[in-house]
């Protein structure tokens, strides 16, 4: 057997060990360099059978998974097999290294994303997952922290396959054949119940990638979010506002029962697009550049008439809240100034209502909400508290060209008007 941490160690003759990634019951993971190919970096990955009495099995075994990473390895975003061999009893295989940052580095607990970019990074993700289906393989492992973001396009790749891991944790019976096996693979609050049970399915890898989904709009880790007694679905929906279609998309993805979810990548990556027929895309990360999205052709942005509803509600709510707000300070009978405090509070409010909510995961006042449209920056992103406070004041500019601020919208290509171009924003319809 070889020594514990392979650091220092040349196998096969030519891969060289240069440092530890990771270990577990399923195995270690080293950085290492191949001498035979210009130092080009690799990963070795070395299991850890459980039963070194069935060394056969376990051989065959590996072979065939090995043979199944190696096909699967032709597509771009999954990292190819250089190599897989047995070294004294002990198995290796040897990957591609993939540069970049893992998405768990862009997840943030109680920071939210937008539901424009969470529905782009879905289909990212479901674009290379539906290859692997397409050859009868559940993922079983898919979680942020198995999911590289490549640059320069921050695609997807898709790492750390759980088939192998699986041939590590095989209990054999007196007769040697496969009884169980001793772990369950996969990551809490990523696997469904299917498997947990041992029983993993393509709808199970489906599953994994709505509750990503739920994590980035939410902000919340999957194990933390409570379960629905009843139903045992997730609960998720309270913790923050998107689109009904997209709500039921995300919660088909993650039903509980097996036969409600999306059957594989395909189907689910089918619902996606639909989705994206009427948002913008969105860069993954975290301060993407204020570029203009001039590609999308399919993109809806808010006429003039839904607008000028969506501010009639809004008006109306400011209105109100200004009355009620004078009676709770001042008292029905003070009639002195009354038009002067209604004013100045139908400002103060309508700035706190209006930058707080469409630079909110939101994106949008009440009367947006209703009518389905949402601001965004100039890259389909949540705006900026700044840049929602530039839009309220800059509103000033279209009410003094006596409106013709607001009318120039009907002549632009993305019907904005001179507030969205002063603060560099747009007002989009949201997916139906």
Same mark, same amino acid.
């Given at each position: ?26 195995? +270690? &993971?080293?950085?290492?360099?191949? &001498? ?17 009495? @069935? ?64 529905i782009f990074i879905l289909q990212n993700i479901l ?44 209990? #054999? ?30 709808? =199970? +890898? ?19 979010? *409570? ?19 997209? !709500? ?14 999306y059957q594989n990548a395909t189907l689910a990556l ?23 999205? @001039? ?20 008006? @109306? ?5 200004? #009355? ?34 469409? =630079? ?11 009518? *389905? ?6 890259? *389909? ?7 929602? !406070? ?43």
């Amino acid at each position: 057997m070889l020594q514990q941490n392979l650091v220092g160690e040349v196998l096969q003759g030519h891969y060289q060990v240069i440092s530890q990634l990771g270990g577990g019951g399923f195995g +270690d &993971t080293f950085l290492a360099i191949d &001498t035979s190919k210009f130092n080009r970096q690799c990963v070795v990955k070395r299991l850890k059978p459980q039963n070194q009495s @069935t060394m056969q099995w376990v051989e065959q075994a590996f072979e065939r998974e090995a043979r199944m990473l190696e096909a699967l390895g032709r597509h771009p975003r999954i990292p190819d097999l250089l190599g897989f061999f047995q070294e004294q009893q002990e198995f290796f295989l040897v990957q591609e290294f993939i540069s970049g940052s893992n998405l768990r580095a862009h997840l943030i607990r109680g920071q939210q994303w937008d539901e424009n970019r969470v529905i782009f990074i879905l289909q990212n993700i479901l674009e290379v997952l539906e290859f692997v289906h397409q050859h009868g393989v559940v993922h079983r492992d898919i979680k942020p922290d198995n999911l590289i973001l490549q640059n320069p396009n921050n695609q997807i790749v898709l790492i750390d396959f759980g088939a192998v891991k699986q041939i590590s944790t095989q209990v #054999f019976n007196t007769q040697g054949q496969v009884a169980s096996t001793t772990y369950v693979v996969g990551t809490q609050g990523y696997m469904p119940i299917e498997q947990m049970r041992g029983h993993p399915m393509l709808c =199970s +890898d489906i599953y994994a990638v709505g509750m990503i989904g739920i994590e980035a709009l939410t902000g919340v880790f999957p194990h933390e979010l *409570g379960t629905d007694p009843n139903t045992f679905e997730v609960i998720w929906r309270p913790r923050v506002l998107v689109s009904e279609d997209f !709500a039921r998309v995300l919660s088909t993805m993650t039903a509980y029962h097996p036969s409600q979810r999306y059957q594989n990548a395909t189907l689910a990556l089918q619902a996606i697009r639909e989705l994206t027929q009427t948002v913008l895309p969105s860069s993954v990360r975290q301060t993407p550049p204020p570029q203009p999205v @001039t590609t999308n052709t399919n993109v809806r942005y808010a006429g003039f008439s839904t607008r000028f509803a969506a501010d009639i509600i809004d008006k @109306t709510i400011l209105i109100i809240a200004s #009355f009620m707000f004078d009676f709770m300070t001042n008292g029905a009978a003070n009639a002195d100034g009354f038009w002067g405090r209604l004013f100045f509070y139908y400002i103060v409010i309508g700035f706190v209502y209006a930058t707080v909510m469409e =630079s909110s995961a939101i994106q949008g006042t009440v009367g947006k909400m209703l009518l *389905g449209i949402a601001v965004t920056d100039a890259s *389909g992103n949540r705006i900026t508290f700044e840049q929602s !406070a530039k839009r309220y004041f800059s509103k000033i500019l279209s009410y003094i060209t006596f409106l013709f601020g607001f009318f120039i919208a009907g002549f632009t290509n993305k019907k904005q008007t001179l507030h969205d171009i002063v603060s560099k924003s747009l007002v989009i319809r949201k997916s139906r």
